[in-house]
């Protein structure tokens, strides 16, 4: 052990150790420029991202952190006159699936999941049996609609069960609560947003919401940065276009108008009630109509509204305003009376009463009453056939009436010529026949006989919530005046005893004052008259008129179908339901007799 020690000391001595010796300078120098190269290398690296390409970087790096949001195309909300929503766009949702991406929460990068267990778990929430959902996915991998028209709640059921390889698609479908209520005048979309009727597709711009790509940055938890926001983009527009229609009053007339025709084996039938002091159309019902939700189930030919695009002959609905213009050119006098024989011979053509009765003596008032054609006519040969024919063209019978319904059409009235040197047709004018009108037109007629003489524009839109300027239309202060209020006064009183002397079918109500005029006039279809359309014009309260009913039921089949048995007991219902909802207060002695002195 010693030895072993000594020689491990021998050993050691005799190891040399190595003398120290400077570092060449080469050595340095070659380091040194190694690390300012690298330097500049750095240095020139920074300087080309920050001249050449910073504003590519920066464009990556806010793609990263902004999130584009595209717009949806929504569009305003439409309502009644009292709020209730007419047409909206709900948010909807379309599923598809990407079976190669299927994976469930928790389960490692390498698992793919079957079609059969994604299957299972959505089949509740989508309510598709299991094996039905397989068999849309039919083995493929990726985009497959599973479903659409989801609504939001289905879609926030289809997101908590976190499955990879499902996509909600978010989209906007045009809904309709009303049902098919309102359709003739809201028209519709189709599948593709294209408005395709009424008012969305006359106001379609207008009812688009204001709507542009938004772009926020968010931060890593998602919150939106303050900075870089652009100003409004958190604006909604939440305008919704309101309508001078009332829904309940809506209801009642056209449900009255349906039981009437299915009675009357009518073809088709409209009901108007129009605010003779503004031109506001409270109600605007026909049938038969479809439901805007669910369009293509029914014939394009239903999608227009006929009050408003198609014409018919107005008899002696018309009487009231003949009798008017007769007043205010002074040919006639309130105390004058004409005789009826029962009939008369006009230009080699025998005209007669609806009744083949003669009538006698009678005043203007008894004209109106038993629906004297021939007393009309004999009214109006004492005017002029030329200034008649000017009196028509200046009630715009042939011109197209101002309106915002879609589809408006103009009136049809036989030329000046043909008129003047051809005594039938101004004598077949004087009960309503040989020209035609629109049913809106007529109830714009009716209204100057409301309102004093003044021409309003029948219109269903209010505006754009707080448009003032939309709000103003129709208003009377700007309006042209065709008859004196002492004409329009006298009218009333005639159209107001028509009333008092018909039966039970009348629209007579207690305490109420209502003037109104049946109407049946045989309808020219391809030049022959084949069909009649029956009519009833009603206006109330007398004494201070505010509304003009009109009611048409076209073609119908059954005998003993005139303005009386088919159309009033239509108006009658409307009449009964628009006094509550509209409040009207009675008649009293006191406004009674301030309406015989005027």
Not at 104 to 111: E, L, R, T
Not at 120 to 136: A, E, M, Q
């Amino acid at each position: 052990m010693v030895r072993n020690s000594r020689e491990f000391f021998r050993k050691r001595k005799r190891q040399r150790i190595p003398s120290l010796s400077p570092i060449p300078s080469y050595r340095l120098k070659l380091i040194f420029a190694i690390l300012c190269a690298a330097l500049l290398g750095l240095i020139g690296r920074m300087a080309w991202l920050q001249l050449f390409e910073g504003s590519y970087l920066e464009t990556r790096a806010r793609n990263f952190q902004t999130k584009r949001i595209e717009p949806l195309g929504a569009r305003r909300s439409i309502v009644d006159r009292k709020g209730r929503l007419v047409a909206l766009d709900e948010k909807r949702f379309r599923l598809y699936a990407h079976p190669k991406q299927f994976k469930f929460s928790g389960d490692s990068s390498g698992v793919i999941r079957k079609p059969v267990e994604v299957a299972r778990r959505l089949s509740v929430p989508l309510s598709i049996p299991t094996y039905k959902i397989v068999d849309i996915l039919g083995g493929q991998d990726s985009g497959v609609k599973l479903a659409e028209n989801l609504p939001s709640a289905v879609a926030s059921e289809v997101r908590r069960l976190r499955i990879n390889g499902l996509d909600l698609e978010p989209y906007l479908q045009r809904v309709y609560p009303q049902g098919d209520l309102f359709a003739n005048v809201v028209g519709f979309l189709d599948y593709d947003r294209n408005p395709q009727a009424g008012l969305e597709l006359s106001l379609n711009k207008r009812l688009s919401r204001r709507e542009k790509v938004r772009k926020l940055r968010y931060g890593r938890d998602g919150t939106p940065l303050p900075n870089d926001v652009e100003p409004g983009v958190f604006y909604e527009d939440d305008l919704n276009l309101e309508l001078t229609l009332d829904a309940r009053l809506q209801e009642v007339a056209i449900n009255a108008l349906r039981k009437q025709t299915k009675e009357w084996k009518a073809d088709k039938a409209v009901a108007i009630v129009m605010n003779a002091e503004n031109g506001e159309i409270v109600t605007l019902a026909s049938t038969p109509t479809y439901n805007p939700n669910r369009y293509w189930d029914y014939s394009p030919a239903l999608y227009k509204e006929w009050s408003v695009q198609e014409l018919f002959e107005p008899g002696s609905t018309f009487k009231p305003i003949n009798l008017a213009l007769a007043l205010q050119e002074g040919v006639i006098q309130p105390e004058d009376s004409v005789y009826d024989p029962g009939s008369v011979n006009v230009g080699g053509w025998s005209l007669g009463n609806w009744d083949k009765k003669p009538n006698g003596l009678i005043d203007f008032a008894k004209v109106l009453q038993v629906s004297s054609n021939v007393g009309m006519v004999k009214i109006m040969q004492k005017l002029s056939p030329s200034r008649h024919w000017e009196w028509l063209e200046k009630l715009g019978v042939n011109e197209k009436p101002k309106t915002d319904l879609l589809g408006a059409v103009s009136g049809q009235l036989k030329s000046r010529e043909l008129f003047i040197n051809q005594p039938i047709e101004q004598a077949v004018a004087s009960y309503g026949q040989g020209f035609s009108i629109t049913p809106l037109k007529l109830a714009q007629l009716h209204a100057l006989i409301a309102n004093g003489g003044k021409v309003v524009k029948p219109h269903i839109t209010k505006g754009f919530n707080l448009n003032k300027a939309l709000r103003s239309q129709g208003n009377l202060k700007n309006s042209n005046r065709l008859f004196s209020p002492e004409v329009t006064h006298q009218v009333l009183r005639w159209m107001e005893s028509v009333v008092e002397n018909y039966g039970e079918n009348s629209v007579k109500t207690e305490n109420y004052r209502i003037g109104g005029k049946t109407g049946t006039a045989d309808q020219s279809k391809n030049g022959i008259y084949s069909s009649k359309i029956c009519s009833f014009v009603a206006i109330l309260p007398i004494q201070s008129p505010r509304f003009v009913v009109v009611v048409a039921i076209d073609g119908p089949k059954k005998p003993y179908a005139y303005g009386s048995t088919v159309a009033m007991p239509v108006a009658k219902k409307i009449i009964e339901s628009l006094i509550v909802l509209e409040k009207i207060p009675p008649a009293t002695k006191n406004n009674v007799l301030l309406s015989s002195k005027s």
